[in-house]
């Protein structure tokens, strides 16, 4: 090929140019981007509202339904969910995947915002997000102490905050498990009643000494000045000294009827590190950096924050992905020695000096794979690494190809020179179709649609373009190297090894072929029947979409019973922590009461508050294998389940697209009693599948509230504005937020202004007691007077699904099941169920993931397909080569499919991968041998 003797003609550009690629795939590889997932953003935008006090339908009616109508106003939308419950509402907004991510973002915000005057005032925050990979959390660090002070821990956790900060590769750096600092305005409603001084008097009082209006500009001579005004309290003396309101002489300030004292916001997330009371510092990677980099600089700044930290308290770094980013790239240091190792065995029959070629051919390979990749925009992450680690096994075979080819031409007695290229020019058609089939063969994971697509594709990629520079290195380094390192007169039957491995070819392979060839008819029908009986086998091994994280984390999800209060989910939390520390496998875990974990994994997001929720963060020790993993998490489950007074679940970090659940029934329909009743028999109905465990029906108790039943007519003839009912209600339970400042005496800490009555953190009904309404004449009355408590149920949660009202009822797959067949015994059951009129049900879960992870893959197929086929016809010219060539790649699944059985894996995704990569390597050897074959019969070899 005049490729391979322009690279032996021009010896000396030949070697600058590998010399050229060794260099940059260097460089390339120290300064290329490193995380450990790929980076990519969707279309998709959770919208947070926030509103304290209101129940779920009230926020249905007033805030989720207008919300949702406007946006189905907008292009482009694919799909909205939306799940309301207490206080919260989410509404999950996805638009096509081929939209402008920051177009449709702007777009949103702008149309929700233009509602907000439509909406109840009492919102405390519409929160419209943009999700990306990159949101996940690189770093978990716990400020550890029993005893030191809220405010000197806080003091701390801002101090590693700001310090983090300056590193220029992270971002959202955050604190989690602490209070807010405020200044709590306690009014004395009895003596307010006495002076018939109205709570919103003080409100209005208050806000107007905070606001702040622009004075204009003054001109004085060629110049111009703005003026300011100074509006805003600086220290708690200004909040007391306010003037509530003149009475003749004498003033009514702030101070003669609350007490003003600096606290803290009420208890609604507790964290602790091993069970010890501790706040959480949290920080993200920003995109394209190199996180091991970034881990240099942060340790760093790290250890020498704690050298300046009090006794008291203990920083304790119990999460760091970079960690798990660099033992992967350690792995794929140890599977490039393997592979040099094999080589050398394989080569041993081959001479040391043929040896040597295909050595230096592979790092040369695999850094024009490193090079092109990082051309292409791609970074290094579990994908790509993983896509390396499959070209190892397939970037070897050109350069041994070639390499044994030359070294049998030698044998022959033929000079070196021509050996090299004459060798080359046999089997260079051939090597080229070899790498043609195999990139085609990993086309369609390339090509794979939407989110799926994005996250899996530098794997594909990575892969294809390894495979490409083994092409040019087998074509062109490796006639070079042979050049100069080959023996120009080998033996005739080689050395010892070759002499014993022919020996072995005889006496038992070529016996095999002997009787194969005799007797075609009925090899080909054995073959067949070990295909089909490997197909059988598919339903045994099971089918699964993405396996399970191999990491030594898992989760331990804690729900206790509904309007459960964070102190009693705090004592089962504290329960579980017991027994983990019992449990020398336990390295770490990090305890959430009222929220969930810092996300710390790509498809697992935070909880929001709930008091009665708990999470718990648990790190096994390093050396923990996935086996003794899924041990200690069955033996778990096993010892929880059931558990008295909670809900206990044990949850593995899975691989794949978010998900509820592995089972997810969307049942779907109008009325809340109807889907209340449907969501009972479905969690009947999935209690009894085999297999199924931790089923949760999420509607299957009513919640109780306390409705304030106003009487309107009386409040109407005593002249009580209805509006100061509900406002002095939310004062005297939750707070009325004033505004904010900063106290120049305290560190220019900011403070949240509170204005409410004196009560604990969590108020009970007694709060009603001394509580009193104004008249508009200013009178003060009792709001047992025109109020009435009762007590009513309502629905704890309610969810949409474009506008619908759904209920999901989910399950988890037991260890030892299989997640397809468990799933597909649901399907079956779930279509015998009578549904009434206008309800009906739909699949979320895996069967939702794999429907949306392979949406138009059956396109990319036929594409590939017909793409393989014409490159085979093209290669050999006839039908007839190509189904040969073909009828290799089942016995190929034969083998898969028996391996995964033995090691007791499924049939997932990856695994799929692995059996293209397989199918590449059979078709690749196929090729060379038909072709092989072909020349020797047109030599006139029988």
């Known amino acids: 090929m005049k490729i391979t003797e322009y690279a032996i003609k021009n010896s000396q550009f030949t070697l600058i140019m590998v010399l050229m690629v060794v260099a940059v795939a260097v460089s390339t590889l120290l300064k290329m981007p490193r995380s450990e997932d790929p980076e990519f953003s969707a279309p998709f935008f959770p919208i947070v509202v926030v509103y304290p006090g209101a129940g779920p339908e009230d926020i249905e009616k007033m805030v989720v339904d207008p919300i949702e109508k406007k946006i189905f106003s907008l292009s482009d939308i694919k799909k909205v969910k939306s799940f309301i419950r207490d206080?919260?509402?989410?509404?999950?907004?996805?638009?096509?995947?081929?939209?402008?991510?920051?177009?449709?973002?702007?777009?949103?915000?702008?149309?929700?915002?233009?509602?907000?005057?439509?909406?109840?005032?009492?919102?405390?925050?519409?929160?419209?997000?943009?999700?990306?990979?990159?949101?996940?959390?690189?770093?978990?660090?716990?400020?550890?102490?029993?005893?030191?002070?809220?405010?000197?821990?806080?003091?701390?956790?801002?101090?590693?905050?700001?310090?983090?900060?300056?590193?220029?590769?992270?971002?959202?750096?955050?604190?989690?498990?602490?209070?807010?600092?405020?200044?709590?305005?306690?009014?004395?409603?009895?003596?307010?009643?006495?002076?018939?001084?109205?709570?919103?008097?003080?409100?209005?009082?208050?806000?107007?000494?905070?606001?702040?209006?622009?004075?204009?500009?003054?001109?004085?001579?060629?110049?111009?000045?703005?003026?300011?005004?100074?509006?805003?309290?600086?220290?708690?003396?200004?909040?007391?000294?306010?003037?509530?309101?003149?009475?003749?002489?004498?003033?009514?300030?702030?101070?003669?009827?609350?007490?003003?004292?600096?606290?803290?916001?009420?208890?609604?997330?507790?964290?602790?590190?091993?069970?010890h009371r501790s706040i959480v510092v949290v920080a993200?990677?920003?995109?394209?950096?190199?996180?091991?980099?970034?881990?240099?600089?942060?340790?760093?700044?790290?250890?020498?924050?704690?050298?300046?930290?009090?006794?008291?308290?203990?920083?304790?770094?119990?999460?760091?992905?970079?960690?798990?980013?660099?033992?992967?790239?350690?792995?794929?240091?140890?599977?490039?020695?393997?592979?040099?190792?094999?080589?050398?065995?394989?080569?041993?029959?081959?001479?040391?000096?043929?040896?040597?070629?295909?050595?230096?051919?592979?790092?040369?390979?695999?850094?024009?794979?490193?090079?092109?990749?990082?051309?292409?925009?791609?970074?290094?992450?579990?994908?790509?690494?993983?896509?390396?680690?499959?070209?190892?096994?397939?970037?070897?075979?050109?350069?041994?190809?070639?390499?044994?080819?030359?070294?049998?031409?030698?044998?022959?007695?033929?000079?070196?020179?021509?050996?090299?290229?004459?060798?080359?020019?046999?089997?260079?058609?051939?090597?080229?179709?070899?790498?043609?089939?195999?990139?085609?063969?990993?086309?369609p994971l390339a090509f794979m649609p939407e989110a799926s697509g994005d996250f899996i594709r530098s794997l594909p990629i990575a892969v294809m373009l390894t495979i490409l520079g083994s092409l040019i290195v087998s074509l062109t380094v490796v006639p070079y190297l042979s050049g100069k390192f080959l023996n120009p007169s080998t033996a005739e039957h080689g050395n010892i090894f070759l002499k014993y491995l022919?020996?072995?070819?005889?006496?038992?392979?070529?016996?095999?072929?002997?009787?194969?060839?005799?007797?075609?008819?009925?090899?080909?029908?054995?073959?067949?029947?070990?295909?089909?009986?490997?197909?059988?086998?598919?339903?045994?091994?099971?089918?699964?979409?993405?396996?399970?994280?191999?990491?030594?984390?898992?989760?331990?999800?804690?729900?206790?019973?509904?309007?459960?209060?964070?102190?009693?989910?705090?004592?089962?939390?504290?329960?579980?922590?017991?027994?983990?520390?019992?449990?020398?496998?336990?390295?770490?875990?990090?305890?959430?009461?009222?929220?969930?974990?810092?996300?710390?994994?790509?498809?697992?997001?935070?909880?929001?508050?709930?008091?009665?929720?708990?999470?718990?963060?648990v790190q096994l020790q390093p050396n923990t294998n996935p086996s003794e993993k899924l041990a200690i998490i069955d033996t778990l489950r096993a010892l929880w389940t059931p558990y008295l007074g909670a809900e206990v679940k044990v949850v593995n970090f899975e691989q794949g697209i978010p998900q509820l659940a592995p089972i997810e029934v969307r049942l779907i329909g109008d009325n809340l009693d109807t889907l209340q009743a449907l969501a009972s028999k479905t969690e009947s109905l999935l209690s009894k599948v085999k297999g199924a465990i931790y089923v949760n029906n999420p509607i299957k108790t009513e919640k109780t509230d306390i409705r304030i039943k106003i009487n309107k007519e009386k409040a109407i003839s005593l002249g009580v504005p209805i509006i100061n009912i509900s406002t002095t209600v939310r004062m005297a339970l939750v707070g009325l937020p004033i505004g904010t400042y900063t106290d120049q005496n305290r560190s220019d800490d900011e403070y949240t202004i509170l204005l409410t009555s004196p009560r604990h953190d969590h108020p009970d009904l007694s709060v009603f007691q001394n509580t009193f309404v104004n008249t508009f004449d200013g009178r003060a009355i009792p709001i047992s007077q025109l109020a009435d408590i009762e007590l009513e149920s309502s629905?704890?949660?309610?969810?949409?699904?474009?506008?619908?009202?759904?209920?999901?009822?989910?399950?988890?797959?037991?260890?030892?099941?299989?997640?397809?067949?468990?799933?597909?015994?649901?399907?079956?059951?779930?279509?015998?169920?009578?549904?009434?009129?206008?309800?009906?049900?739909?699949?979320?879960?895996?069967?939702e993931g794999r429907q949306e992870s392979f949406k138009g893959f059956d396109s990319i197929l036929l594409i590939t397909f017909f793409l393989f086929i014409a490159v085979l016809v093209l290669q050999f010219k006839t039908f007839r080569s190509t189904l040969i060539v073909l009828s290799v790649i089942p016995l190929g699944i034969v083998g898969a499919v028996i391996a995964l059985w033995l090691t007791g894996n499924s049939l997932s995704f990856v695994a799929t991968v692995g059996i293209v990569a397989l199918a590449g390597i059979e078709v690749k050897n196929t090729i060379l041998l038909v072709d092989f074959t072909n020349q020797l019969r047109r030599q006139g070899v029988g």
């Open 284 to 443: 993200a990677l920003k995109e394209n950096q190199n996180i091991s980099k970034a881990q240099e600089k942060y340790l760093n700044v790290i250890d020498q924050f704690k050298k300046k930290l009090p006794s008291n308290i203990d920083l304790q770094p119990h999460f760091d992905q970079a960690d798990n980013v660099n033992q992967r790239l350690s792995g794929l240091g140890k599977d490039f020695i393997i592979a040099i190792c094999l080589v050398l065995l394989t080569l041993l029959p081959l001479g040391n000096r043929a040896s040597l070629v295909v050595m230096i051919s592979i790092p040369l390979s695999m850094g024009i794979g490193i090079i092109l990749l990082n051309a292409l925009g791609y970074n290094l992450n579990q994908l790509s690494i993983v896509g390396f680690v499959l070209a190892l096994g397939l970037l070897v075979d050109d350069s041994i190809v070639v390499v044994e080819n030359i070294e049998r031409w030698v044998r022959e007695g033929h000079p070196l020179k021509k050996a090299i290229v004459q060798a080359t020019n046999q089997i260079g058609l051939a090597v080229i179709g070899c790498t043609a089939t195999l990139i085609i063969a990993f086309l």
């Open 795 to 847: 629905a704890q949660t309610i969810n949409h699904l474009n506008k619908d009202r759904t209920v999901s009822v989910t399950a988890f797959v037991q260890q030892g099941y299989n997640n397809l067949e468990v799933t597909n015994e649901v399907v079956s059951q779930m279509e015998k169920m009578a549904m009434p009129a206008n309800y009906h049900f739909a699949m979320g879960g895996e069967v």
């Open 502 to 617: 022919q020996k072995a070819i005889h006496t038992t392979y070529a016996q095999l072929l002997d009787k194969a060839l005799r007797f075609p008819v009925m090899s080909l029908i054995i073959a067949l029947i070990i295909f089909i009986a490997s197909l059988w086998m598919i339903p045994i091994v099971g089918v699964s979409l993405f396996p399970a994280s191999e990491k030594p984390q898992f989760m331990i999800d804690i729900s206790t019973p509904s309007q459960s209060n964070i102190a009693y989910t705090d004592t089962i939390a504290q329960q579980i922590e017991s027994k983990l520390k019992q449990m020398p496998q336990v390295k770490y875990f990090s305890t959430n009461v009222g929220k969930g974990n810092p996300r710390i994994y790509y498809n697992v997001q935070q909880r929001n508050e709930q008091p009665d929720f708990s999470q718990i963060f």
């Open 87 to 275: 206080g919260l509402a989410v509404i999950q907004v996805d638009y096509n995947y081929d939209v402008n991510i920051n177009d449709k973002y702007q777009e949103l915000v702008r149309e929700v915002n233009s509602l907000r005057s439509q909406l109840p005032t009492g919102i405390h925050a519409i929160d419209i997000q943009k999700a990306s990979a990159s949101d996940v959390n690189i770093l978990q660090i716990a400020l550890v102490s029993e005893n030191a002070s809220q405010d000197a821990l806080l003091h701390q956790g801002e101090n590693l905050q700001k310090a983090l900060e300056k590193v220029p590769e992270l971002k959202n750096v955050k604190l989690h498990g602490v209070r807010d600092r405020i200044v709590r305005i306690d009014l004395k409603l009895d003596k307010m009643a006495q002076l018939n001084i109205p709570a919103t008097l003080v409100s209005n009082a208050l806000q107007s000494e905070m606001t702040n209006i622009p004075g204009g500009a003054v001109y004085e001579g060629n110049r111009s000045y703005n003026i300011k005004t100074n509006a805003s309290f600086s220290s708690l003396d200004d909040i007391q000294n306010t003037i509530v309101v003149n009475r003749g002489t004498s003033a009514i300030k702030v101070s003669d009827i609350a007490d003003v004292y600096y606290s803290y916001a009420p208890t609604s997330y507790i964290t602790r590190f091993n069970g």
